[in-house]
């Protein structure tokens, strides 16, 4: 039981540790990487170092405009939505103890976007700015619903909660699709906003809902020692003294405020919650101090990976993120789904 | 289920064994250089056997010898990741499965009840063997299930629901399907480990008696070494995948065996009721001592 | 205990009973409310081509095809939902968490998307609810069919095939948007008898295909090693099963778009009032599927404030209550295997 929660046995820490920070410090260097290519590549390639010149130097050009007006605050958002829904997949993960939860498969994002459109057809709201609140009131009853869920889980079979989430997601779906059909506007305005996307989005969608992201993120780094002895078991976590209910709902909560924000800003994108987690456990391990942190910087790579390949793949038009990681995150459930059953 | 002779009292001896080989099908399992995996893992590794029909045999040994990995390579399945298995000299892989649960039947080891199916629903599933696509509930059917159920002793409890009964009971009901089924070779994995003693003995006495009867051949895994003795004419112990021995049970049963297989000093001596090998561990300062020794 | 399965018989007898009457009258309904609204006789006169003739268009060309539609469409989705659950051992399984109902979403919205003529849309729903199947045995399948493999992969495949509906919707041009959204909910609006006839002619026949193979699931509740060493072969027995589901399903959303819940709460509301499975629970299922979905329509045509809402988001919406108590209830899943 100490080796889980220590991580390393004594003989092996200094290589241990050895690795970890430098996959860290290769993780962060790739997502540097991955930012310079977002504010470069895009309908209209811009040469690095008329972006460097442009966010450091005195640029005023078209090229250096595009660069500091639309992709900028683009990959900023693109930071902190993917951190966001990262850090968000795996607590839900350690939560459910179910390798399958994410805020795709629990149907948070449908949630968000069933309020965003019914926002749109009785309020008449019409900008992503306006439509934040409605999307994190949206996000955070969905989540209620997965939480009660998860509240009685305990060892609720992962396949009958993933189910259930994508049971919950149909419905929801099929609302939102009725509410849209009952109003052209609604449509129009509704369906660009349901796929999911970085672009179009100013930084003033990003500042209001930023300490609830900041906040769900220091929650879930301050939970990860007691989500590492709620892997154990129920009985096991509370024989180690850990206030198992209070543990799921602070638990909750942060992946109400981190799914919410994301959705809140970028619309429903799917996937990255699930993904991120899956690609740091192989690398880092089990254990959440660690795992947390690295889906802090493996959710934003994906993302922004993401979004760069939606630009790049019918240019000059491009495909919206949450569409690319869809299409994208489909197979590696399948991939997940022979792993996770014999 | 008084009157049923012990199978292995001293009077009854090696006739029964050796009687049997001249019948005409002989329903003899065999196994050439069997091998069974479980993905990359070797279970069961070059096992050469030979299980006398019309005999009832007992496979023991310890945990995670492959005891019930054998069971099911002989049953059909798991598929021999090498070397094969033989029924009367006929590859059992290369029989249709149909073909095989005409003759052989199994009751596996923790078998799953559906919910609320009746004792009677759940004994008519073994006739289905014996069901072509579109056949129509027959008569013959009908008879096989009344039958199965009588032999049972659970005729009254036909209508129950099969997961409402006891252990025994329900043991009971799914050797009625196993029965029903009306094959000459039963294999049991495990049927008495999560029984108390009398329902462990009951299921015992009631396979003794199907064997008695109609010369019905019965492989069974079994944990308890004493029971084994005295139910099965021909014992076969494995240890990691391997033979350990072979044979009656009077004649492989010693203190060396129980030594050298399951790691326990004892004394094995004739057991007061019925004559055959009792296996007594020695006191724990004498086992402990020699442990360390 | 003798009468437990008496009572159980009688139950079943009973819910046949009611179920037949509420099909008969549901139907006389359809046909006889609406713009035009007629007295029962006049109506049924009509549909046999007796009476006004204005009278007899509007029961033989609108109404009639319209709830006979939706009664196969209700039928195959019922049975489908039955075999699924059983086969799959999880009262969460549908054909909607399989993949079947996107992939007629995404049939029907390409055929859209390529501009071809609105009669092939049902062919489109049919093929892609099959493409769906192919995508998930081809996933699932590692010498052999394990039912969590299935479950899960038939999200995944859900999953991918509902981003395609996606892109597609986003990329269409607005006018093309709506009506392929409507594609994407379930509905029975103007249906024509040779859809009608085509569908379901298909359809008797995948029931009774179904209905043939119907005593294999009860082996296979028995597990996997019980069923093996009854003779039958596991993973082709699943395998039939499933594609006898997906035709079923797909052949309703063929008929009807991809009308959500209907699968999945059939069996449930079956089970409540009849018990657990027997031999008869696949016709039941049929009828109740047919039942729920000829009122679902109903209610879509005459009892909403609201006009032209697809009868999908009505099933949903009443599906939505049965989410409700079934992920709430703490009843571990019907059956599981032991290693």
Request: charged content about 15%; glycine content about 10%; aromatic content about 4%.
């Amino acid at each position: 039981m100490t080796a889980t929660q220590r991580g390393t046995p004594a003989t092996g820490v200094p290589s241990r540790a050895f690795r970890h920070i430098s996959l860290f410090l290769v993780g962060l260097a790739a997502l540097v990487l991955c930012a310079a290519l977002s504010l470069a590549l895009g309908a209209r390639s811009v040469p690095l170092s008329t972006v460097a010149d442009a966010l450091f130097g005195d640029a005023h050009g078209r090229d250096a405009l595009v660069v500091t007006g639309l992709r900028l605050p683009r990959t900023v958002i693109g930071l902190a939505v993917g951190a966001a829904l990262g850090v968000a997949g795996a607590v839900a993960q350690a939560i459910t103890r179910n390798p399958l939860a994410s805020p795709t498969t629990l149907g948070i994002n449908a949630g968000a976007g069933f309020a965003v459109v019914v926002a749109i057809f009785a309020l008449k709201v019409d900008s992503p700015a306006e439509y934040v609140w409605f999307a994190f009131a949206g996000a955070a009853g969905a989540a209620l619903f997965a939480q009660a869920l998860a509240r009685r889980a305990g060892d609720i079979d992962p396949v009958r909660l993933a189910l259930g989430g994508t049971v919950l997601q149909l419905v929801l779906l099929s609302w939102t699709s009725a509410v849209m059909l009952l109003n052209q506007r609604t449509l129009d305005e509704a369906r660009f906003w349901l796929a999911g996307s970085l672009s179009g989005r100013d930084l003033g969608v990003l500042w209001p809902v930023l300490p609830m992201l900041v906040l769900g993120l220091l929650i879930s780094l301050a939970l990860s020692p007691a989500l590492n002895a709620l892997a154990l078991g129920d009985d096991s976590a509370q024989a180690l003294g850990v206030p198992v209910a209070r543990i799921r709902l602070a638990g909750g909560i942060a992946v109400v405020l981190l799914a919410g924000s994301a959705v809140a800003v970028a619309g429903p994108v799917a996937f990255i919650g699930l993904a991120a987690p899956h690609l740091v456990r192989p690398l880092l391990g089990g254990d959440h101090r660690l795992l947390v942190p690295g889906c802090l910087i493996a959710g934003p790579l994906l993302l922004l990976s993401a979004d760069v390949l939606g630009r790049l793949v019918i240019r000059p038009s491009e495909l919206e993120v949450g569409i690319v990681t869809a299409f994208l995150g489909a197979p590696l459930l399948a991939l997940l789904a022979r792993k996770v059953a014999r | 289920m008084t009157g049923v002779p012990e199978p292995n009292s001293a009077d009854a001896g090696a006739t029964r064994i050796t009687g049997t080989r001249e019948s005409r099908m002989t329903n003899q399992l065999t196994t050439q250089s069997l091998d069974l995996r479980y993905g990359d893992r070797l279970v069961v590794g070059g096992l050469d056997l030979a299980l006398p029909g019309g005999a009832v045999t007992a496979i023991v040994g310890p945990n995670a010898c492959g005891k019930s990995t054998l069971l099911r390579g002989l049953s059909r399945l798991l598929a021999p990741a090498a070397g094969s298995v033989t029924l009367d000299g006929a590859d059992i892989h290369r029989m249709s499965a149909r073909a095989l649960a005409l003759r052989m039947g199994l009751l596996p080891q923790q078998p799953v009840t559906p919910e609320a199916i009746t004792v009677e629903a759940l004994v008519r599933l073994g006739r289905y063997p014996h069901q072509r696509l579109l056949s129509p509930w027959s008569a013959a059917d009908q008879k096989a299930v009344d039958a199965a159920l009588e032999r049972t002793g659970t005729t009254e409890l036909r209508d129950h629901p099969v997961d409402r009964l006891s252990g025994g009971q329900r043991q009971r009901a799914w050797i009625a399907l196993a029965l029903a089924q009306d094959t000459e070779l039963l294999l049991l994995d495990e049927p008495t480990t999560f029984l108390d003693l009398r329902h462990q003995l009951d299921v015992l006495d009631l396979v003794a008696a199907l064997h008695a009867e109609a010369g019905r051949t019965v492989v069974m895994v079994l944990h308890d070494l004493g029971q084994a003795a005295r139910y099965a004419d021909h014992m076969v112990v494995l240890k990691d995948g391997r033979l350990a021995a072979a044979g009656a049970p009077a004649d492989i049963l010693d203190a060396d065996l129980v030594r050298s297989v399951f790691d326990v000093e004892c004394r094995v001596i004739p057991d007061p009721e019925t004559g055959t090998p009792l296996v007594v561990p020695k006191s724990s300062a004498v086992r402990h001592s020699a442990a360390s020794a | 205990m003798k009468s437990a399965v008496v009572a159980a018989r009688r139950r079943i007898l009973v819910f046949s009973g009611v179920g037949l009457l509420a099909l008969f009258v549901l139907l006389t309904v359809s046909l006889t409310t609406g713009e035009m609204s007629m007295p029962a006789t006049t109506a049924l006169r009509a549909l046999v081509g007796l009476g006004d003739a204005g009278d007899v268009l509007v029961v033989q060309q609108f109404r009639a095809p319209r709830s006979v539609a939706a009664i196969v469409a209700g039928a195959g989705l019922g049975a489908a939902g039955c075999v699924l659950q059983r086969l799959f051992r999880n009262p969460l399984a549908s054909p909607d968490v399989m993949g079947v109902t996107g992939g007629a979403s995404l049939g029907a919205v390409a055929v859209i998307a390529a501009g071809a003529s609105q009669t092939l849309i049902p062919l489109g729903a049919l093929g892609g609810g099959l493409l769906a199947a192919l995508l998930l045995g081809a996933f699932a399948w590692r010498s052999g069919l394990a039912v969590t493999r299935m479950v899960l992969t038939g999200l995944a495949v859900q999953a991918g095939l509902a981003a395609a509906v996606n892109l597609m919707i986003v990329r269409f041009p607005a006018e093309l948007a709506g009506s392929a959204l409507q594609w994407t909910t379930g509905s029975v609006y103007g249906r024509t008898w040779t859809q009608v006839w085509g569908a379901g002619g298909a359809m008797v026949l995948a029931l009774a295909v179904a209905l043939v193979l119907h005593r294999r699931l009860a082996v296979l509740d028995l597990g996997d090693d019980s069923a093996g060493a009854l003779g039958l072969n596991t993973s082709a027995a699943r395998l039939q099963l499933l594609f006898v589901a997906v035709a079923l399903a797909s052949l309703a959303a063929a008929l009807a778009g991809p009308v959500t819940f209907v699968a999945l709460a059939v069996p449930h509301i079956v089970r409540f009032l009849t018990g657990p499975p027997t031999a008869a629970s696949l016709a039941l299922a049929s009828l109740t599927g047919a039942v729920l979905l000829l009122a679902s329509d109903l209610v879509v045509q005459h009892l909403l404030p609201v006009e032209g809402l697809p009868v999908g988001a009505v099933t949903a919406t009443l599906g939505a209550p049965w989410l409700l108590v079934l992920m709430f209830r703490q009843s571990s899943p019907v059956q599981r295997s032991h290693a």
